[in-house]
């Protein structure tokens, strides 16, 4: 009987696992210490502390499954990493009915809550609600359009023969680049930027991984789009508002002007 692998939290443990979540980690801190504001939410995945180097005073971990349980060792960065903390608070929430007014969020993150939400549409939504305009939305995701993609296609086939294992977790849908694309500009999102990584092939032996590192350079020069994971980064656009600049005063150039006076001769 094959093995299966149950979900993405238990394959984040594995050897291939920890190539991802460590790539994703590394966005995920870059892209999150520049993002400036008041609100900041984490949808799913605990086990990637996404907003551990952001400054913004209220952070939030939002647990799409109420089975989840989250303690303060769970959500704590060691002392000498010297970012700020992790939320400790989690909300136990469904993600397409988040407990926040509309406009409310400077900053969402979502950690594969697309590929392992029921319905993805409505939580694209609800992110849209929840943002201010000029928000920001960092998404990260596996490519179904892979080396790892395709190995995990391959094993569905050999699945169906009663031989072979999963590469992949075999939870939720994984979504493609160009489709989430399409999605988020209909929502009104603009993407500013996209990345991918974890270019080289798919194995489970640390060894033969770390002698494959050379290929992520190689990957992201020669063929880009088909890295096993993607890292977006979107901004909330809306029709018709402009962001106000600081109003500056200008002098009025007849305020200053000489009067001239005119004088009548007495006839």
């Known amino acids: 009987?094959?093995?299966?692998?149950?979900?993405?939290?238990?394959?984040?443990?594995?050897?291939?696992?920890?190539?991802?979540?460590?790539?994703?980690?590394?966005?995920?801190?870059?892209?999150?210490?520049?993002?400036?504001?008041?609100?900041?939410?984490?949808?799913?995945?605990?086990?990637?502390?996404?907003?551990?180097?952001?400054?913004?005073?209220?952070?939030?971990?939002?647990?799409?499954?109420?089975?989840?349980?989250?303690?303060?060792?769970?959500?704590?960065?060691?002392?000498?990493?010297g970012a700020p903390e992790q939320p400790r608070v989690a909300l136990l929430t469904h993600s397409a009915a988040l407990p926040f007014p509309e406009s409310s969020l400077d900053l969402v993150?979502?950690?594969?809550?697309?590929?392992?939400?029921?319905?993805?549409?409505?939580?694209?939504?609800e992110v849209e609600r929840?943002?201010?305009?000029?928000?920001?939305?960092?998404?990260?995701?596996?490519?179904?359009?892979?080396?790892?993609?395709?190995?995990?296609?391959?094993?569905?086939?050999?699945?169906?023969?009663?031989v072979g294992e999963l590469f992949l977790p075999d939870e939720g849908e994984f979504i493609g680049y160009w489709r989430l694309r399409d999605w988020l500009r209909l929502l009104g999102f603009e993407v500013e930027s996209a990345r991918f990584g974890c270019y080289r092939p798919a194995f489970d032996n640390a060894r033969w991984m770390e002698r494959c590192a050379w290929m992520e350079p190689v990957g992201a020069r020669w063929w880009p789009i088909f890295g096993a994971s993607y890292f977006i980064v979107a901004v909330k656009r809306v029709r018709g508002m402009r962001m106000l600049e600081p109003s500056r005063k200008v002098r009025n150039p007849r305020a200053n002007a000489p009067a001239v006076a005119v004088r009548r001769e007495a006839d």
């Open 109 to 125: 993150v979502l950690p594969h809550t697309l590929e392992l939400s029921q319905d993805p549409h409505s939580t694209l939504r």
């Open 1 to 81: 009987m094959s093995k299966q692998i149950i979900g993405l939290t238990d394959w984040l443990g594995s050897v291939p696992g920890q190539v991802l979540l460590n790539w994703e980690l590394s966005h995920f801190d870059d892209a999150v210490a520049d993002v400036f504001g008041f609100h900041a939410l984490q949808l799913g995945l605990p086990e990637l502390p996404a907003l551990r180097l952001n400054r913004m005073p209220h952070r939030w971990l939002a647990l799409p499954s109420p089975a989840a349980v989250l303690t303060d060792s769970d959500t704590a960065l060691p002392e000498s990493s």
């Open 130 to 162: 929840v943002l201010v305009p000029e928000g920001k939305l960092l998404i990260s995701g596996l490519n179904p359009a892979s080396l790892w993609g395709l190995r995990q296609q391959r094993a569905h086939w050999w699945r169906r023969l009663g």
